[in-house]
């Protein structure tokens, strides 16, 4: 196989490192395709943004309530046991 390089930056950038390495340029190319097969698989976006929100914790839809009146700090006449009188 044969792949010319037509980005002359990018030419002058592998010509570079291959002397700075005292190596072939298809050697530095090896290595650059060797550790970008090694990287993981990228998510897709919509995968990706879902795990955004990932707790590990089961059934927090269901204690919504529950959790926003732990940790919440309501206004006064927020919520069914404010005290109307009070306003």
Same mark, same amino acid.
Do not use: H
């Given at each position: 196989?044969?792949?010319?390089?037509?980005?002359?930056?990018? $030419?002058?950038?592998?010509?570079?490192?291959? =002397?700075?390495?005292? =190596?072939?340029?298809?050697?530095?190319?090896?290595?650059? $395709?060797?550790?970008?097969?090694?990287?993981?698989?990228?998510?897709?976006?919509?995968?990706?943004?879902?795990?955004?929100?990932?707790?590990?914790?089961?059934?927090?839809?269901? =204690?919504?309530?529950?959790?926003?009146?732990?940790? $919440?700090?309501?206004?006064?006449?927020?919520?069914?046991?404010?005290?109307?009188?009070?306003?």
């Amino acid at each position: 196989m044969s792949i010319q390089i037509t980005d002359p930056r990018l $030419v002058r950038r592998l010509q570079y490192l291959a =002397r700075r390495e005292q =190596r072939e340029p298809q050697e530095i190319i090896a290595d650059a $395709v060797a550790f970008y097969e090694a990287q993981p698989e990228p998510k897709s976006f919509l995968l990706a943004i879902a795990d955004l929100g990932a707790s590990n914790q089961g059934n927090i839809a269901g =204690r919504d309530e529950e959790i926003l009146a732990a940790e $919440v700090q309501p206004l006064s006449g927020w919520g069914p046991d404010s005290d109307a009188s009070s306003a």
